[in-house]
């Protein structure tokens, strides 16, 4: 059957990796296992890919403390086109997808994930393994169309990955294409962070019960809330919260957040970072002060990417707190959110 324009099938006949490609015939690996391979053959027949994971081996990295929070500072210039992208209406429709299988270079193949969604190997890595999950139409960036998936990838590579949504306007550089991104997991502070909370560190929490934890990170640094437990109470919860944080920002259909999900032991965490600005006043600043930094999920993760060394050099823990202040909810605006989420999730 010829597939229809705009399907699920259209365009991607004959861009899947070869079978036996990346697994001896007749085996049958989990999703999670079959991620490292699939990477190394696509880096063995992309010379693009190949290249970028060299310039990844030699980035630098420095740690900075806020309070009794960890950011890690990156230099990797690798992603100076990601982070500089124009991702208004107008530069977006002048240039073509990047995550529709015509725009794919030819040596670009992904992995099928489920009917809707394919893998591919990100060229521009901010972290060894770093993936694209494209769904396979062209269709707009929308979390209410991410959520399950994102949940169930991070569920179903079981502790392989950290599954993260970039909204539209706070990080993500295909807003016309819906899209997740997976890194291996256990590499990002504020993941680290949060397993350590379920595993009993304080924290405040909205909600402490056997199917679902719930808890709220303030600043200084990236605010953020975190869900862990059972995959649908984790699901029910951060959809309320992305529903009071759409009330608060007055942006129902798409509020300003990024998503990070991963998965341990039969649990599912999912962090939600509520938003203020995409890119902080230091970004606009005039040289020399400018600092070309534009948060996305794994900025908000804890893992600040810079692509320039003078910006690398000048991060400060008051520079790093000022970025992090700037393009996180502010706090009156917080309380609401919370307010409303802990009425939510007392009767859910
Ligand atoms: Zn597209």
């Not at 591919?120 to 169309?145: K, S, T």
């Not at 341990?264 to 400018?290: I, K, S, T, W």
């Amino acid at each position: 059957m010829i597939a229809a324009p705009g399907s699920a099938d259209s365009g991607w006949a004959g861009r899947f990796v070869p079978r036996g490609a990346i697994a001896p015939a007749g085996s049958f690996p989990t999703l999670g296992a079959q991620l490292g391979p699939f990477m190394e053959w696509q880096a063995g027949c992309w010379p693009r890919l190949a290249q970028a994971r060299v310039g990844l081996a030699q980035v630098c990295s420095r740690d900075l403390s806020l309070g009794d929070r960890v950011v890690r500072a990156q230099f990797n210039p690798g992603r100076a086109v990601s982070t500089t992208a124009e991702v208004d209406a107008a530069s977006i429709q002048q240039r073509p997808c990047f995550l529709c299988p015509t725009n794919l270079p030819p040596e670009e193949k992904g992995l099928a994930y489920g009917r809707h969604w394919v893998v591919l190997a990100n060229p521009a890595p901010i972290l060894p393994d770093h993936f694209v999950l494209a769904h396979r139409e062209h269709r707009p960036q929308r979390v209410r169309d991410a959520i399950s998936t994102l949940l169930a990838f991070a569920g179903d590579t079981r502790g392989h990955t950290a599954c993260i949504y970039n909204g539209p306007a706070c990080g993500a550089s295909a807003p016309d294409h819906l899209h997740l991104q997976a890194v291996q997991a256990g590499l990002l502070p504020e993941e680290l962070a949060a397993w350590r909370v379920v595993d009993g560190e304080p924290a405040d929490l909205l909600v402490d019960r056997p199917r679902l934890r719930a808890w709220l990170v303030p600043g200084p640094g990236p605010v953020l809330l975190g869900f862990c437990g059972q995959a649908r109470p984790v699901e029910r919860a951060l959809t309320a919260a992305v529903d009071a944080l759409g009330m608060v920002q007055g942006e129902p259909d798409e509020p300003r957040l990024n998503l990070l999900a991963s998965g341990r032991d039969g649990q599912v965490l999912a962090l939600l970072f509520p938003r203020d600005a995409h890119r902080p006043a230091c970004y606009r600043a005039p040289e020399p002060e400018r600092r070309i930094i534009s948060p996305g999920a794994i900025d908000m993760a804890g893992l600040l990417v810079t692509v320039r060394q003078r910006d690398f050099d000048a991060l400060s823990p008051s520079l790093v707190r000022d970025i992090y202040r700037e393009t996180s909810l502010a706090t009156e605006r917080l309380a609401l959110v919370r307010d409303l989420l802990e009425r939510r999730l007392a009767y859910a």
